[in-house]
């Protein structure tokens, strides 16, 4: 029988997060609601573009995104951070989309708000500029309905890469995953 001592580092390894599986879980919830509000849409994506283009109180996601961005407290500066997280962490990286329509690297710099019309969006502002939000050290948008698309489809490019075996398992990835969830869920505990 091995000595309590030398089952310390692997404890250790298996205490830490595993943010792939949290993300995975939380999307997997994330689906289940987004395909019972669009039933008659057979596809992942066309159920996301609908979410990110159904920016009224049908859609709950937006709702709640609009909320915590504009409102103060505790909610609001988790989700505030965990923006702030995931533009750092994919701005740290090069990840760019399997998918044709997606071109270029995924960030915040580079945010694919309208599918259909091919429009990207830079979300990121600097300090000096007007009309911005500060999430943490990152400064975005004050335009909650591009901040929301952009999001929403950064998050589905990662869940794409993830799901489809495409995003290696390294630290910095597991940085970006850690901020989609935290993302994610800030959303997710609020429907």
Aim: with cysteine.
């Amino acid at each position: 029988m091995p000595s309590p001592s030398n089952n310390t580092a692997r404890w250790k390894e298996l205490s830490e997060v595993d943010y792939f599986g949290l993300f995975v879980k939380n999307w997997l919830a994330f689906n289940s609601w987004y395909k019972g509000h669009h039933p008659n849409l057979q596809t992942d994506r066309d159920c996301v573009d609908a979410v990110k283009n159904t920016l009224d109180p049908r859609n709950s996601t937006f709702t709640i995104f609009r909320r915590l961005i504009t409102s103060s407290g505790r909610d609001t500066a988790s989700l505030l951070d965990s923006l702030d997280g995931f533009a750092t962490s994919l701005n740290r990286i090069t990840l760019t989309s399997d998918n044709a329509y997606y071109t270029g690297q995924l960030s915040f710099s580079n945010a694919l708000t309208d599918r259909q019309n091919n429009i990207y969006e830079d979300l990121i502002r600097q300090p000096n500029q007007r009309d911005k939000i500060k999430l943490g050290v990152v400064w975005a948008t004050d335009n909650i309905e591009a901040l929301f698309k952009g999001v929403m489809e950064l998050e589905y490019q990662v869940r794409c890469l993830l799901f489809h075996g495409r995003l290696e398992p390294t630290e910095e990835n597991h940085q970006v995953i850690k901020y989609a969830y935290l993302t994610l869920r800030s959303i997710m505990n609020e429907l």
